[in-house]
T-cell receptor, first 115, second 111 residues
Framework: NAGVTQTPKFRILKIGQSMTLQCAQD?????MYWYRQDPGMGLKLIYY???????DKGEVPNGYNVSRSTTEDFPLRLELAAPSQTSVYFC??????????????FGQGTRLTVV | QKEVEQNSGPLSVPEGAIASLNCTYS??????FFWYRQYSGKSPELIMF????GDKEDGRFTAQLNKASQYVSLLIRDSQPSDSATYLC???????????FGDGTTLTVKP
């Protein structure tokens, strides 16, 4: 049972380059999220999705784009990478919007450095 | 003001002591609350959730919720060195369908 799988685990980008962080879950969860975590800080929500074809902005969406064409996949696109996007990125999913089943399951993270 | 505030760390306790972690939230629409543990360089993992006022116990962990005071806490009894980690408090707003995380409290349990 893979859970939430993120690729790649590490990446170095040059300023102005673009890339896509991949996220896939095999738990049939409707809800998926992208967070970034800067050193010593908590998780900041970038984008989230409540189902295939539906996405919405979180706290810090600028510089990112997402799509959700299937229940399983939720890729995060970085356009024109900037040093401020150096961070650890976590993808997460959850089953439901109510009560205990809103527990989020996290991927292993992608450590991104922009130089 | 942050939506979820945690007491600033780091927090250090001796092995076998009780560790107390606190969290306040400002979104009155939040219905569920979660404590995640995050080891250095790893992803967060859920250790407790609570959505009713009062206490909820699971092994050495007790979560407490007071919605009137908008306060959530986590007590870790008989702390072990393996409990050394950063603890993230999160509130969940059902209508919005998303969680908000605090910045975390780093706990060190000294043998």
């Amino acid at each position: 049972n893979a859970g939430v799988t993120q690729t790649p685990k590490f990446r170095i980008l040059k300023i102005g380059q673009s890339m896509t962080l991949q996220c896939a879950q095999d738990m049939n969860h409707n809800y998926m999220y992208w967070y970034r975590q800067d050193p010593g800080m908590g998780l900041k929500l970038i984008y989230y999705s409540v189902g295939a074809g539906i996405t919405d902005k979180g706290e810090v969406p600028n510089g990112y784009n997402v799509s959700r064409s299937t229940t399983e996949d939720f890729p995060l696109r970085l356009e024109l990478a900037a040093p401020s996007q150096t961070s650890v990125y976590f993808c997460a999913s959850s089953y439901s919007r109510g009560g205990a089943r809103t527990e989020a399951f996290f991927g292993q993270g992608t450590r991104l450095t922009v130089v | 003001q942050k939506e979820v505030e945690q007491n600033s760390g780091p927090l250090s306790v001796p092995e076998g002591a009780i560790a107390s972690l606190n969290c306040t939230y400002s979104d009155q629409g939040s219905q569920s609350f979660f404590w995640y543990r995050q080891y250095s360089g790893k992803s967060p993992e859920l250790i407790m959730f609570i959505y009713s006022n009062g206490d909820k116990e699971d092994g050495r962990f007790t979560a407490q919720l007071n919605k009137a005071s908008q306060y959530v806490s986590l007590l870790i009894r008989d702390s072990q060195p393996s409990d050394s980690a950063t603890y993230l408090c999160a509130s969940y707003n059902t209508n919005a369908g998303k969680s908000t995380f605090g910045d975390g409290t780093t706990l060190t349990v000294k043998p």
